[in-house]
């Protein structure tokens, strides 16, 4: 690969096209190549949610518990893993299952929090700055629950972020109906997390890598990575 760059991204998906925004905006020359078609990966078909509220990392009191339940019913359950015997696999499982303790949490939550927070704020940012028309709205994610016992984890997990700072409200039987009248009879609460959003993905992207482009980036699709050479200090693809 005979061009030169400031930077090389591997990888047109947001990730790679968010760094590529701000690189050119602070006036790096950027090549950005990807296996397939820029901004056509799976970043374009996910929900589209910017969720500063997920503070709560993975690894958290119950989430083997609950992993395992999931594992046992995998057509219906929001998890799925592949079992291995390879020691690396299990060695890994392990280290999970040891970080899923409160004070894994209580380190996590202030840096996920900043990064949360950050993320929205310039996801905002950027769609004003640039015009983007892709479906962006404010109006926070709503959880609907239909057992006491969800509702009332519901309103454990809403009242914690409370105190970490994230805008939520809880709305029992009779305030839910009245903020979303489209739930059904059955619905006994709600948790609304007033700070998160939602945008097209697929949108977004396409109008981001067209910006990127016109900032000058040299875009290269189907172009894989399949390794790197390394001479001293230097490398190249």
Partial sequence: M???SDVLIIG???VGLSCAYYLLKSGRKV???DAKEIGKGSGSGNAGHIVPSHIIPLAAPGVVT?????MLDPAHSPFGMKVSLNPNYLLW???F???CNDGNVQRSIKPLNDLGQLSAKNFAQIITEEKFNCSYQEKGLLFLYKTEKAFHDGRHEGEFMQ?????????????IHEVEPAALDDIIGGVHFTGDSHLNPAVFLKLLSDRVRAMGAEMLENTPVTGFESAGERSKL
């Fill in 66 to 70: 609950s992993a395992l339940k999931w």
């Fill in 31 to 33: 090549t950005l190549l």
């Fill in 12 to 14: 047109g998906g947001p």
């Fill in 93 to 95: 499982l392990l280290k």
């Fill in 97 to 99: 299952v040891l970080a």
């Fill in 163 to 175: 105190k970490h700072g994230i805008p939520v409200s809880v709305y029992n039987k009779a305030k």
């Fill in 2 to 4: 005979t061009t030169k």
